[in-house]
């Protein structure tokens, strides 16, 4: 970046130049040296350039052996780190964990954790997935894997992600220590199939408002909110709430897919450009299934990309209402390169545009440190707490079809603003949410009422059964005896807040992610207000 000092530049200009000719010399194929016997003094590399000469001379010359796989990996995010926050390189190591979230599924055992306590903690075991029939329950902890130890210091989430995947009919053993139970138990686990849904949920709200809620946007996206949305339908919905908060992105054309359930034929979903790409325009079909539902779409500062897309374009073709806090912006568009070692470049090669031309990429000429955050920017000036705090210049206004004012420049800002969720500001529940308080006291509640649970087959048996608890009162002696007092002036909202927090979280450990929306939906206050924007 321009603002930066020389000694900051000097090792990415050398890491460029390694990197440079490396590629070079991989693409020729030419043998660097003209002859094994030329004396160094006289050494005369093929190609006459500094870079590759320089190259040259390292590789063959240098004291030491350098390793060019060694420089490759180091280098070449020096480099794209040089370009934009959003071009990267993905190690061949870790292609598959980045890759898997997108299409939609992986070969794994089953189970969801946390590292706690330097063991593998299981906090949800999937529901027809080989850990469930093998007898694996949530609150177990994975103390070996094989004949690997898998409890102590130094354990990192990739390290059990690599030991707990395999190919499908693959087996690991795996002891495991239960709460109760004095000795390890051990489970012969045999690998499938792991579906990972993107539609966390999708249910009725109210008679004639249903709520589906997308994670991020994968390969089997569209084909979920398709049977989401017909489910719904089936069930009297009308209007709709659809939920992209923290929805990082994903694949561009899923994105322009679910746009077309909402849109008439020939309305702009967006258009890509860039400096070597011509400009290329998306526009909605007629097979769209939701053209004429009420919609509202929340989002907040976590919603990137692909999200950000979906978004814009329904806002600048007054399709729907946007609600929530304004998104991250980002609207770089990438194309993967992938190399034979299985590696790959995620590169920059255009920006999007709505449909009004904004662009949705925020500025990164201050460097990618600020960039990143920008986030924790906003939230210490009060722009996630005051739409007031929030500006925009002239020269970024634009306005849509119906007449609506809407700003570029970075992000999509909502129509309907509201700001972040206090409790989850809160210092208490960020200091106990910090060591993962709820998820040892949903543990320690799961433990003492299993013969309970287990006899509840559906959601609202559940909930039932929860609501007669002492929750609350619960926690805070749980939370209390760890050391973590609450606060005698917390508010009578603030407590039933927390409440339904812990009930949503002991919801998630039986039925999933759904469960989670389903209990904390009364309490979400961006989503009551989107609800009531579809009423206005």
Avoid at 281 to 289: H, Q
Wanted: with cysteine; glycine share 8%.
């Amino acid at each position: 970046m321009q603002n930066r000092s020389l000694a900051t530049l000097m090792p990415t200009a050398l890491a460029l130049m390694f990197v440079l000719g490396m590629l070079t010399a991989n693409l020729f194929h030419e043998d660097p040296l003209t002859s094994d016997t030329e004396p160094p003094s006289i050494f005369k590399p093929a190609r006459k350039d500094k870079i590759s000469y320089l190259v040259d001379m390292i590789l063959h010359q240098y004291v030491d052996t350098v390793s060019q796989d060694f420089l490759e990996e180091l280098v070449i995010p020096l480099i794209l780190d040089q370009l934009d926050p959003h071009s990267t390189y993905v190690p061949a190591r870790e292609f598959a964990r980045v890759n898997d979230p997108l299409q939609g599924n992986f070969d794994g055992i089953g189970v969801q954790f946390n590292l706690q306590e330097d063991t593998i903690l299981i906090v949800r075991v999937l529901p027809g997935g080989p850990s469930e029939k093998a007898g694996l329950l949530a609150g177990d902890r994975i103390i070996r894997v094989n004949d690997t130890l898998y409890a102590g210091t130094g354990i990192q989430d990739d390290d059990v992600i690599n030991a707990l995947k395999g190919k499908k009919g693959s087996s690991v053993m795996l002891q495991v220590l239960r709460p109760g139970v004095d000795s390890l138990l051990s489970f012969q686990i045999t690998r499938d199939k792991i579906p990972l849904q993107s539609i966390e949920a999708a249910f009725m709200l109210t008679p004639d408002v249903g709520y589906i809620r997308l994670s991020r946007f994968a390969q089997t996206s569209h084909q979920e909110f398709l049977e989401a949305a017909e489910k719904l339908i089936e069930q009297g919905m009308t209007r709709l709430v659809f939920d992209l908060r923290s929805n990082g992105g994903g694949y561009l054309h899923i994105a322009t897919l679910i746009a077309d359930e909402f849109l008439e034929k020939d309305k702009m979903i967006l258009y890509t450009q860039g400096r070597t790409r011509e400009r290329e325009e998306t526009y909605a079909t007629d097979n769209g299934i939701c053209h004429d539902m009420e919609l509202a779409v929340l989002v907040d500062s976590w919603s990137a990309s692909a999200s950000e897309i979906l978004a814009g374009a329904l806002q600048d073709n007054d399709r729907a209402i946007i609600v929530g806090q304004r998104t991250f912006g980002k609207g770089l568009v990438q194309e993967p390169i992938q190399f034979p070692d299985q590696s790959m470049v995620r590169l920059t090669i255009a920006r999007y545009y709505t449909p009004t031309g904004r662009s949705i990429q925020k500025p990164y000429d201050q460097g990618n440190e600020a960039y990143h955050q920008d986030i924790y920017h906003r939230f210490m000036s009060g722009q996630m707490e005051q739409q007031d705090s929030i500006h925009f210049a002239d020269s970024l206004r634009f306005t849509t079809p119906g007449g609506k004012v809407v700003y570029g420049g970075g992000g999509i800002m909502p129509d309907v603003f509201v700001p972040v969720d206090s409790i989850s500001a809160s210092q208490y529940y960020n200091r106990v949410n910090e060591i993962g308080l709820p998820y040892k006291f949903v543990l320690n509640f799961l433990s003492q009422h299993r013969d309970n649970i287990s006899k509840l087959a559906e959601f609202y048996a559940l909930e039932g059964f929860l609501d007669s608890q002492p929750l609350l009162e619960q926690f805070l002696a749980f939370a209390k005896a760890s050391g973590f007092s609450h606060r005698d002036d917390m508010s009578k909202d603030d407590r039933e807040r927390l409440r339904v927090y812990i009930k949503a979280y002991i919801a998630r450990s039986i039925f999933g992610q759904e469960a989670f929306h389903r209990v904390l939906w009364v309490q979400d206050q961006p989503l009551r207000r989107a609800i009531q924007s579809l009423g206005e």
